[in-house]
C-alpha cells in the first residue's frame, strides 16, 4: 500500500513563528502536492514538485515556500506563520503521467494564535 | 483552466435510501475525472476515476459515476446508502495530457446518512 505520512498531525504556532510541516512518500512517486482544506472551500492547491529540487507554485502560494531535497520527502514552510493560515494541510503524491491516482497523508491541522 | 462545481454542500439521507452526488466541470481542454471520499480526521481516499472508455464507472464501496461529456457532469451514485457512507466526497479533474496530474478540486459535499 502506498502510504503518505505527515509527520505532525495537529500543530499550535504562534504568530510570527516560522513553521515546518513534513512529509513523506514510500511509492518513489515523482509528484508531490500541497493543499490546504477550508470548510466551504474545498482543497486548494498551494505548490506542487515534480522531482527532485523542482517546484512550481499552485493556486494559493502566498506566505508559503517549500522544499524538496529528496525524493521522498516534500516540507511546506510558512515563513511567519499568521491567523489566517490556521487550517488543514494535506500533502499527497502520485507517480508521473496524467489520470494516476494522487494518494493523501491524514492532514496537518495547524492553528495559529 | 479547470473549475469544478459541487451543487450540494449537504445532502441527508435516510440509511439504504439512494443517493445522487452532483458534479459539473468546466474546462477547455479534455480532463480525466475523479472522486475521493473523506472520512472524518482523515486524509481524501480515491473512490474512482474516469480516464476513458465506457461512461459508467464503478468505484470501491458500491459507488458509481456517469460522465456525461454534453452536459459537463460527473455524478456520483449508490443505490443503497449505510450509516458508514457518512463523509464529504469531493469531486476532482485533471488535464488530460497536461506536464503535471494536479488536482482541481471542488468545494465538496457532505453526506449525512440517518438512521
Known amino acids: 500500500d502506498v502510504k503518505v505520512t505527515q509527520s505532525s498531525r495537529y500543530l499550535v504556532k504562534r504568530t510570527g513563528e516560522k513553521v515546518f510541516l513534513e512529509c513523506v512518500q514510500d511509492m518513489d512517486h515523482e509528484n508531490m502536492f500541497w493543499y490546504r482544506q477550508d470548510p466551504g472551500l474545498g482543497l486548494r492547491l498551494i505548490y506542487f514538485?515534480?522531482?527532485?529540487?523542482?517546484?512550481e507554485k499552485g493556486d494559493i502560494p502566498e506566505g508559503y515556500s517549500v522544499s524538496r531535497e529528496k525524493k521522498e520527502r516534500f516540507s511546506l514552510i510558512l515563513e511567519s506563520a499568521s491567523t489566517n493560515q490556521t487550517s488543514m494541510y494535506l500533502c499527497?503524491?502520485?507517480?508521473?503521467?496524467?489520470?494516476?491516482?494522487?494518494?493523501f497523508g491524514e492532514g496537518s491541522w495547524l492553528t495559529v494564535v | 483552466a479547470q473549475s469544478v462545481t459541487q451543487l450540494d454542500s449537504q445532502v441527508p439521507v435516510f440509511e439504504e435510501a439512494p443517493v445522487e452526488l452532483r458534479c459539473n466541470y468546466s474546462s477547455s481542454v479534455s480532463v480525466y475525472l475523479f472522486w475521493y471520499v473523506q472520512y472524518p480526521n482523515q486524509g481524501l481516499q480515491l473512490l474512482l476515476k474516469?480516464?476513458?472508455?465506457?461512461?459508467l464507472v464503478k468505484g470501491i464501496n458500491g459507488f458509481e459515476a456517469e460522465f456525461n461529456k454534453s452536459q459537463t457532469s460527473f455524478h456520483l451514485r449508490k443505490p443503497s446508502v449505510h450509516i458508514s457512507d457518512t463523509a464529504e466526497y469531493f469531486c476532482a479533474v485533471s488535464e488530460r495530457g497536461g506536464a503535471t496530474n494536479k488536482l482541481i478540486f471542488g468545494t465538496g459535499t457532505l453526506l449525512a446518512v440517518q438512521p
Open positions: 499527497a503524491s502520485s507517480g508521473q503521467g496524467g489520470g494516476n491516482t494522487i494518494y
Open positions: 514538485s515534480y522531482d527532485v529540487k523542482m517546484k
Open positions: 474516469y480516464l476513458s472508455g465506457s461512461t
